[in-house]
């Protein structure tokens, strides 16, 4: 059973960078595609990026140039790298683990959360202004 455990949030100021890391357990992690959601109170949960088996990335326009997503298929990891955060990246951020999915992802396929069936707890991240 494939589990996902994210790590690296907290509170920072505005223009502060973080690093969020997920880890994940269970095979054929380089089979699917990663990503990284966020959700702020009252608010639905929202894309923020995505790396497909290619290597392929993706991202939400409200963090593209700010942020960067990476994998590490050898340590069943994937990173979130978040600069210059603004009040609004206040959320909570989740990983998320596709099925196996083909060598070359879709905008629409990673965007969507039903793509994802397996998802980490949540790391809270703050930005104070």
């Known amino acids: 059973q494939v589990q996902l455990v994210e790590s690296g949030g907290g509170l920072v100021q505005a223009g502060d960078s973080l690093s969020l890391s997920c880890a994940a357990s269970?095979?054929?992690?380089?089979?699917?595609?990663m990503g990284w959601f966020r959700q702020a109170p009252g608010k639905d949960r929202e894309f923020v990026a995505a790396?497909?088996?290619?290597?392929?990335?993706y991202y939400a326009d409200s963090v593209k140039g700010r942020f960067t997503i990476s994998r590490d298929n050898a340590k069943n990891t994937v990173s979130l790298q978040m600069n210059s955060l603004k009040p609004d990246d206040t959320a909570v951020y989740y990983c998320?683990?596709?099925?196996?999915?083909?060598?070359?992802?879709?905008?629409?396929?990673?965007?969507?959360?039903?793509?994802?069936?397996?998802w980490g707890q949540g790391t809270q991240v703050t930005v104070s202004s």
């Open positions: 790396i497909d088996r290619s290597g392929r990335l």
């Open positions: 998320g683990r596709t099925p196996r999915t083909a060598f070359f992802a879709t905008m629409d396929y990673v965007a969507s959360q039903k793509s994802y069936d397996t």
């Open positions: 269970g095979r054929r992690f380089s089979e699917a595609v």
